[in-house]
């Protein structure tokens, strides 16, 4: 400390605990100043001591996790470029986290099986289903899209003599930039690989090889090297995209059914309707889909439906989430869900035997991340 003195030991820079600023480290009013760069790193280090717990006046780790992350976006800042002060060479910051403390904002994605878990003190564990075997599959969508260096993650195996894949998987704006898979046939173990490549979402996927035999793997550590935006800092932005079928059918298109004969008709100004068939024994049908250019995050989907008869049957996406019993009349059909996916259906079918007019006039959906442009 200033001024120099027998025992140099590093102490904190805040005497007391401060209460964290209410903005983001780049919103206006801003104030610039020009530097050598032979002190960025030295800057940059000093900055670090916003990192410490001891410095902010925070309710609860989830709060002090936030303040972190801006701390790391104005780290981050002192390694880009800055148009009024000439080019510089991009830095380059890690980022390490232990599952035991905190989830980190990961969440579980697609798995129709079984859930993961989540356990303090433990991390994130596998679930097991007959006939499928342990399975972990998680997702982190970003802050914003950033630029990812190299990651790392820590797996205990409970049983060293069963082999299981992990694949790790980067996105940005739905689009795949990087993948690495590895066979795994050990108790523990650390995968680390570079990146290098533009990312919005992170999906951990790990899966057994054996499917009838239970096996737990726990993901206990990661780490994160990056350039640009700080990717672990607040929750993204949400997005709603409303698909008004009485205007066009958005490239979704009807399911052929067994017998050859459509599941589905559209018409301008009406929307989607059942395909017009009788089934004297059966069910009367509405099933569309549209595969879209890349995966997206959705949290929820609204159907605006036209039913004669109550629907026995409401199911979205690419797997059975469903929507529950709608009754007769003019419905909007809610629901909660939490998938990452680039396969869109929609299948509503009553089961009264009886021909049921099924009409389909929009369909709402909510997500997180970047807003997708291929669902109209």
């Known amino acids: 400390m200033y001024p120099p003195y027998g025992f140099p030991t590093p102490v904190p820079s805040f005497e007391f605990p401060v209460t964290p600023p209410g903005s983001q480290p780049f919103d ?7 530097i050598n760069q032979d002190w960025l790193p030295f800057i940059a280090g000093a900055l670090k001591q916003l990192l410490l717990q001891s410095t902010w ?10 303040v972190q992350g801006r701390v790391f976006d104005l780290i981050s800042a002192f390694g880009q470029v800055d ?10 910051a890690c ?39 342990d399975v972990m599959e998680l997702l982190r969508i970003f802050t914003a899209s950033t630029f990812i260096r190299s990651f790392s993650a820590t797996i ?8 299981y894949v992990a694949t790790f998987t980067f996105f940005d704006h739905g689009v795949q930039t990087f993948q690495y898979q590895a066979t795994v046939l050990t108790t523990n173990v650390t995968i680390a690989q570079p990146v290098n490549a533009p990312a919005d979402t992170w999906l951990i996927d790990l899966r057994a090889g054996n499917l009838s035999h239970q096996q737990t793997f726990t993901l206990t550590d990661f780490e994160l090297c990056y350039t640009g935006v700080f990717p672990l800092s607040v929750t993204p932005e949400t997005w709603e995209v409303v698909v008004d079928f009485t205007t066009s059918n958005h490239g979704w298109s009807a399911i052929i059914g067994g017998d050859g004969h459509a599941r589905a008709l559209w018409t301008n100004g009406v929307g989607w309707q059942e395909g017009g068939l009788v089934f004297p024994q059966s069910d009367s049908e509405l099933r569309i889909t549209k595969n879209l250019a890349s995966s997206h995050r959705f949290t929820d989907i609204t159907i605006h439906v036209v039913t004669s008869h109550d629907l026995e049957q409401c199911y979205a996406f690419n797997f059975a ?8 009349g003019t419905s909007e059909v809610p629901h909660a869900l939490d998938v990452f996916t680039s396969n869109m259906r929609t299948d509503l079918v009553t089961s009264t035997n009886t021909t049921t007019t099924i009409t389909v006039s929009r369909i709402t959906f909510r997500g997180l991340g970047a807003v997708p442009t291929d669902l109209t």
Not at 28 to 34: G, L, W
Not at 57 to 65: E, K, N
Not at 83 to 92: L, Q
Not at 98 to 124: H, K, M, N, R
């Open 28 to 34: 206006d009013p801003r104030f610039q100043v020009c």
């Open 57 to 66: 006046i925070v309710a609860d780790d989830a709060a002090l996790l936030d």
């Open 83 to 92: 148009e009024g002060c000439g080019v510089i060479v991009p830095s380059v």
């Open 95 to 133: 980022m390490s986290g232990s599952f035991l403390d905190l989830d980190f904002g990961f969440e579980q994605a697609i798995s129709p099986d079984c859930v993961p878990t989540y356990t303090a003190g433990t991390g994130w564990q596998s679930c097991f289903a007959f006939g499928v075997g």
């Open 156 to 163: 205990n195996n409970s049983n060293a003599l069963i082999p």
């Open 321 to 328: 989430s469903n929507l529950g019993t709608t009754p007769n």
